[in-house]
């Protein structure tokens, strides 16, 4: 079973949409969670960090549940821009400080 | 302020050989880390610097080896090389090395043929 793992998608949604994403780790010592956005043969770039109490950045919320060890994103009005691949991290702090990765699932929005 | 500068871009290697790649951390960043993402997947934590010394390591066989400069760039080492290390190898620099902020460089596309 993977440390981190997302459903790879497609997700193919039309321009307006809400769309949402979900993430399950199995490291119950994870402290840190992020988000990361990947565009085609690009670096991960950090979209936001994920808090308990839930966190919103403009069109993006995600939320953190620490006891089901899940984690989700939102994304409301989705534009042609936010085609990518969105990428669930964790960070376990007694592992060296390594960021976990999952698989990422790849938005393709269209118009 | 410049942010984390990798080289070569992409290169290309025979089975058997061995590669050095490079990366120049962002300015005031002491923590660099390396990962190698295979086509298709996310990626995969190789190792982690600190102060020139490696604290942290992912599952990856000792052919799989670094440096950390005083300058805090650095270098991963391939050596012996597979054709299923053919990747993006990735590098990210940090300042506390806990996670946050940090920031990848652009990557090296290794092929082995």
């Known amino acids: 079973r993977k440390e981190v793992e997302q459903d790879p998608g497609p997700f193919n949604v039309p321009e307006g949409a809400t769309v949402a994403f979900n993430c399950t780790y199995s490291?119950?010592?994870?402290?840190?969670f992020f988000w990361y956005r990947q565009d085609c043969r690009k670096e991960p770039k950090l979209l936001m960090s994920v808090y308990s109490s839930g966190n919103e950045d403009g069109r993006f919320t995600a939320q953190l549940n620490r006891a089901s060890q899940y984690i989700s994103l939102l994304i409301r009005d989705s534009k042609l821009s936010d085609s990518a691949t969105y990428l669930c991290?964790?960070?376990?702090?007694?592992?060296?400080?390594?960021?976990?990765f999952g698989g990422g699932t790849r938005l393709m929005v269209k118009p | 302020e410049t942010g984390v500068t990798q080289s070569p871009t992409h290169l290309i290697k025979t089975r058997g050989q061995q590669v050095t790649l490079r990366c120049s951390s962002q300015?005031?960043?002491?923590?660099v880390s390396w990962y190698q993402q295979a086509l298709g997947q996310g990626p995969q934590f190789i190792f982690q610097?600190?102060?020139?010394?490696?604290?942290g390591r992912g599952n990856f066989p000792p052919r799989f080896s670094g440096l950390q400069f005083p300058n805090y760039s650095s270098e991963l080492n391939v050596n012996a090389l597979e054709l299923d290390d053919s990747a993006l190898y990735l590098c990210?620099?940090?300042?506390?090395?806990?996670?946050?902020?940090?920031?990848f460089g652009s990557g090296t596309r290794l092929t082995v043929v």
């Open positions: 990210a620099s940090s300042l506390t090395g806990y996670g946050y902020g940090y920031t």
């Open positions: 490291n119950s010592a994870s402290q840190s």
């Open positions: 300015s005031g960043h002491n923590t």
């Open positions: 610097y600190y102060r020139e010394e490696e604290n």
């Open positions: 991290v964790v960070n376990s702090h007694n592992a060296g400080n390594m960021l976990t």
